[in-house]
C-alpha cells in the first residue's frame, strides 16, 4: 500500500511539473491595454533640426551613446546617414551596390560596444562601422553569413548573432559566431489553427528582435500576429505571450505566379521594433487589420502607441505619441525618447523627455 501510494504521489507530482512547465511555455498568456499599469500621453516633443540633414524614405533611427542618431532609409543613393548631435555633422555612408562596402538594402541598424552593425539580407552581409578620433565612422569590418536566408539579424555581442532561420527551416533561430558561421539552430514555432495542414515558418512569424546587454537573454515579437517570445541562449524557450489582440490566426497558401505564399488569417500588422535594455524591452504597436480592396497609408504602417514589458514579459507602461511614428529609440541615460515620425505625409525627428514617464511610474 506504501509503495502504491507513493507511485501515485510521484504521478501526480509529474503531472504538475508538466503541466506548469506546459504553461509557462504556452501562448495562453494574454494581455490587454488595461494590462499597463501606467499610461502616459507623450507631448511637447521638439524637433531636431539640422540644415544639411535630408530625411528622403527613412526606415529606422537608433540612438548612439556618444550622442549620434544613426538613421536608416530606403531606396536612396547611401543607405545610412549619422547625425552628430553635438557638432551636428551630417555623415552618409553605404553606397547602393554589391561591391566592398555596399549593400542593396539597409535590414536593420544595431549598436554594440559603441560599433554599428549593419546587416544586408539581400546579400547576406554584415558591415560593421566604428568611430575614429575626430568623431565620423569608417568601415572596421565586413563578411558575410552562413545562413541562406534570412529575414532579421540580431547581434547579441561582437562574437554572436542570432537571426531568424531560413524559411523552410525546421528550428525557428540560428546562432552565429563572430564572422557569420552557424553555431547552432534552436527553437520551435509558435502554434496556429490548421498547423496539421501548413508547415510553420519565418515568413508566418516574421520577427523583430532584441536583446539584455549581455546577451543572454532576447525577446521576438512578432510582425503579423500579436506574440511575443522571450528566449535565454542556453535554457531556450522561457515564455510565450500575446495581446492585446489574442489572434487565433489560420495559415492559408495563397498563388502567387508560379508559386504560392503562406499567409496568416486574420491578416494583421501588429508590432514593430524591439528597444532593450537591462530592464526592460519596448515595442511599437500598430494593430493594423488588412481589408480587401483597401490599400494601407503610411500612417497606418506607423506606431501611435509604446508597449513596455520587463524580461519577464509583465506588462510595465504604454506610452501613447500624438504623431504616429516610423521608428523611434532611448538614450536611457539622459531619459530621452527619439521618434521619426510621419507629419503632414513628411518625416521629422522629434525628441521627448521620458522623465514624466519614469516619475508617473514610480
Known sequence: MGKRFGFVVFTLVEVVVLV?????????????????????????????????????????????????????????????KIL???????????QRGRG??????SWGVE????????????????IILSQTDDRTFIIDDEFYIEEKQTQRLHPLSRNMYVCL????????FTLLDGKGKIIKKFG??????????????????????????????????????????LYDIEKGLLKRFQGPLGLKISVEAQSVGTGFMLKPQPHYTTYHHVITNENEFWTGYIGYRFQKGKNQTLEEQCTKKLFCFDWQGTPLRMVLLEFPAISFDIDWR?????????????????????????NEAN
Open 111 to 126: 549598436i554594440i560596444d559603441r560599433d554599428i552593425f549593419l546587416f544586408c539580407g539581400q546579400l547576406r552581409k554584415i
Open 100 to 105: 566592398p562596402g555596399e549593400m542593396l538594402v
Open 20 to 80: 506548469s512547465c506546459t504553461h509557462r511555455i504556452g501562448n495562453d498568456d494574454i494581455f490587454n491595454e488595461e494590462s499597463f499599469n501606467t499610461r502616459i500621453d507623450l507631448r511637447d516633443g521638439r524637433q531636431v533640426i539640422v540644415d544639411d540633414l535630408l530625411l528622403g524614405q527613412p526606415t529606422l533611427i537608433r540612438f548612439h551613446p556618444d550622442s549620434y542618431l544613426v538613421i536608416e532609409e530606403f531606396g536612396t543613393p547611401r543607405l545610412i
Open 165 to 172: 532561420s531560413s524559411i523552410g527551416d525546421e528550428r525557428r
Open 188 to 229: 520551435e514555432y509558435p502554434p496556429f489553427i490548421n498547423n496539421d495542414e501548413i508547415k510553420a515558418d519565418n515568413d508566418i512569424f516574421f520577427s523583430s528582435l532584441g536583446s539584455t546587454p549581455d546577451g543572454k537573454r532576447f525577446a521576438a515579437v512578432c510582425s503579423k500576429t500579436d506574440l511575443f517570445e
Open 334 to 358: 539622459n531619459r530621452i525618447l527619439y521618434a521619426l515620425e510621419i507629419r503632414d505625409k513628411s518625416a521629422f525627428i522629434f525628441e521627448y523627455s521620458m522623465d514624466k514617464i519614469y
Open 84 to 94: 552628430d548631435l553635438k557638432t551636428g555633422k551630417v555623415q552618409e555612408l553605404i
